[in-house]
């Protein structure tokens, strides 16, 4: 990580974490967690404070009132967030009973390295 | 006074996938004091409960308790089993107890007693406390819990804590069938039964409820192994490649949970807040710090899923850039079309447009750039098969007689996969995700006693 601070101003979070993922908390819930290899990379994005609850609202297009939980949890290395979903999982026209799809636009979070 | 239990955890969902047998028979060299496993999840969906039917093939379920039966018989120690066959309903507690009499007879095992406890609730009950003016406080942002809600439900179970597994550890039972628990308190309760400290007992069944999911690496299905004190936890991987790390056991403390600093069940709650994990051995981490946090009252949480209607599903690809730059006049020609003939209410439409928007819907940053080729698949719900099938018939046909000024595909604007409508399982949906309050943790629940 410290050559590509001399070269390069930003990274996806997607090079940073080690785990990105999304699964139901309930009927009604969908949680991510954002999991680090080691504590300098956690803190590195924690500190950034690039994961915020307008940005995560305007990066799935959805009112921030419907992100419930953003809570850092640092046993885990672990940034995690919590959004409402708009129906229960598995109601007619829901598309992802287990909610173990809605993860990857976090892929491109740009986070300052320097 | 025990100094130490331990716990074998052999699956995370029982009967979802079968049990692997490495590792499980590794455990049993542990002498452990209980096997104790959750078949419940509420991932699968409102179905199986709604429907009252299975998620998982009654020959996987009978793979998982043979092998569990077998190995606690021969150990002579108690097992315990929750969420009987996914969802905890009645129906699933009498098929697991047929099950577990029909192994002792094939394998001849001697006498040993059974108990299975009831969590199904009856909605005339649950609507008798709202006539009586009893509020049900809804979960997760839902409103207090409604007559109206009731009467859309099929199946209502309540979900057990510690208090009835306890009851019937000290009745003696060998063998418990539970229907719908907390994955937590068949773990908890043997710990806290033996006389061990209650936040300790309680994130013993945090951490072991998914058995290998807090190991690494990534495997579903084999055991771990739980050691309370009455000091520490500590949970060891039992597979010879798995380690339970400092950073397996805490990232799963936040797993399926909004926040992964407590976990609540009936009677209280458990603070996470300042668990310390620390590397014991190569293959065992202890945690020492949780703390149980008592409410002051009863509050048991109901689940709860009613059909929605019967469904059928139709399946068209479109390939024309000029229709995919205006797909969404595509699919509002083929609504209005199936409007005209049906209304605006009474039935649900809708279109997954996979290739698009498909798998995050409303979610979907990229919902606005016109991809090379879409699938749709287009879902029609209704109160009877027969208007499912038309509604999903008619849109479907419609997206091929869309009527679009300049297109140049004058022989219909979409592909077939098939040119007919498949008809889907009913949907269902989550109706009731509340907790009830009641005078003691046992009253929604009925334990009954066999000798087998």
Request: proline content about 6%.
């Amino acid at each position: 990580m410290n050559n590509m601070r001399t070269r390069r101003k930003e990274m996806r979070l997607v090079e940073l974490a080690k785990t990105i993922r999304s699964k139901n908390a309930g009927p009604d819930r969908i949680t991510f967690d954002i999991i680090f290899q080691d504590k300098e990379h956690y803190e590195l994005v924690k500190k950034s404070q690039v994961i915020n609850k307008q940005q995560i609202a305007k990066l799935f297009g959805i009112d921030e009132s419907r992100i419930t939980d953003l809570v850092e949890f640092d046993p885990a290395n672990a940034i995690k967030f919590t959004i409402a979903r708009r129906h229960p999982s598995g109601s007619p026209g829901e598309s992802d009973t287990f909610g173990s799809q809605q993860y990857p636009p976090l892929y491109n979070i740009k986070v300052p390295i320097q | 006074m025990k100094s130490r239990l331990k716990i074998i955890s052999p699956t995370g969902h029982l009967g979802f996938a079968p049990m692997k047998l490495e590792s499980f028979r590794i455990g049993l060299k542990e002498n452990p004091d209980y096997i104790c496993a959750d078949s419940g999840s509420d991932d699968i969906g409102p179905k199986p409960l709604g429907s009252d039917t299975q998620a998982s093939p009654v020959k996987w379920q009978e793979h998982d308790l043979e092998h569990i039966l077998l190995a606690t018989r021969q150990l002579n120690i108690p097992m315990i089993i929750g969420s009987a066959c996914d969802t905890g309903t009645n129906r699933g507690v009498d098929l697991y107890v047929n099950i577990i009499k029909k192994l002792a007879r094939k394998h001849n095992l001697p006498r040993f007693k059974l108990a299975c406890i009831y969590s199904q609730q009856s909605k005339d009950v649950i609507l008798e406390k709202l006539k009586n003016g009893i509020e049900i406080p809804g979960l997760d942002g839902r409103p207090p819990l409604t007559e109206e809600d009731v009467k859309k439900t099929d199946n209502i179970v309540a979900v057990m804590g510690v208090h009835p597994i306890i009851q019937a550890l000290e009745a003696g039972a060998d063998v418990i069938i539970c229907g719908r628990s907390s994955d937590v308190a068949i773990f908890a309760a043997p710990a806290i039964k033996e006389g061990f400290p209650k936040g300790l007992a309680y994130y013993l069944g945090k951490v072991l409820e998914c058995a290998s999911f807090c190991a690494e690496p990534y495997m579903g299905k084999e055991s771990v192994l739980g050691i309370i004190t009455h000091e520490d936890i500590k949970v060891r991987a039992l597979h010879p490649d798995a380690r339970c790390t400092v950073a397996s056991v805490s990232s799963h403390a936040m797993y399926e949970r909004a926040n992964p600093f407590y976990e609540y069940f009936v009677g209280g709650r458990l603070n996470m807040t300042h668990c310390k994990y620390e590397q014991y051995d190569y293959k065992t981490t202890r945690i020492t710090g949780p703390v149980f946090e008592p409410a002051e009252k009863y509050y048991v949480k109901l689940e709860g899923a009613g059909k929605v209607g019967e469904r059928y599903f139709g399946i068209a690809g479109i390939r024309d850039p000029y229709t995919l730059e205006n797909l969404d006049k595509v699919l509002e020609w083929a609504r209005n079309e199936v409007k005209a003939e049906f209304g605006d209410t009474g039935y649900q439409l809708h279109f997954h447009v996979f290739g698009r928007n498909g798998v995050m819907e409303e979610l979907e940053p990229l919902k606005y750039i016109t991809p090379h080729e879409v699938g749709i698949v287009v879902e029609g719900v209704a109160p009877t098969a027969e208007m499912a099938e038309m509604i999903t018939m008619t849109a479907t046909r419609q997206i091929f007689y869309a009527r679009l000024p300049e297109v140049k595909g004058t022989a219909g604007t979409c592909a077939y996969l098939i040119d007919e409508v498949l008809k889907g399982s009913p949907a269902y949906m989550w109706t009731i995700h509340h907790i009830m309050p009641v005078d003691t943790p046992t009253e929604p629940f009925k334990i009954n006693y066999l000798e087998v």
